[in-house]
């Protein structure tokens, strides 16, 4: 069992920047992919970005990248996402997950663990 809490999200300006963060309880988080979705109300959960258990491989939506950042400290439970440039069309809800699956996945029903969310506003 892995229980997620996200942190860090509010209203910023358009071209700010925001840090995300992603703290997990249990001992098994470095086994754990972890991916970061979006959701505006009405729409479906969007990918935005994963990174491995050992954090060595990344990828990111064409939407963020160059602009988004995914890291993660395994001796702190935690991931990451550095959220630089941000635009007004970046306003969601931002979920952290967990994917105890190797393959690279974008698919929101493949990982197993959910956080709350936290909101990131944009404004223009």
């Known amino acids: 069992q892995v229980q997620l809490v996200e942190s860090g999200g509010g209203l910023v300006q358009a071209g700010g920047s925001l840090r995300l963060s992603c703290a997990a309880s249990?001992?098994?988080?470095?086994?754990?992919?972890m991916g970061w979705f979006r959701q505006v109300p009405g729409k479906e959960r969007e990918f935005v970005a994963r990174?491995?258990?050992?954090?060595?491989?990344?990828y990111y939506a064409d939407s963020v990248t160059g602009r988004f950042t995914i890291s993660r400290d395994n001796a702190k439970n935690t991931v990451y996402l550095q959220l630089n440039s941000l635009k007004p069309e970046d306003t969601a809800v931002y979920y952290c997950?967990?994917?105890?699956?190797?393959?690279?996945?974008?698919?929101?029903?493949?990982?197993?663990?959910w956080g709350q969310g936290t909101q990131v506003t944009v404004s223009s």
């Open positions: 249990g001992r098994t988080f470095s086994s754990y992919a």
């Open positions: 997950a967990a994917d105890r699956g190797v393959v690279k996945t974008t698919i929101p029903q493949r990982y197993e663990y």
């Open positions: 990174i491995s258990s050992s954090g060595a491989t990344t």
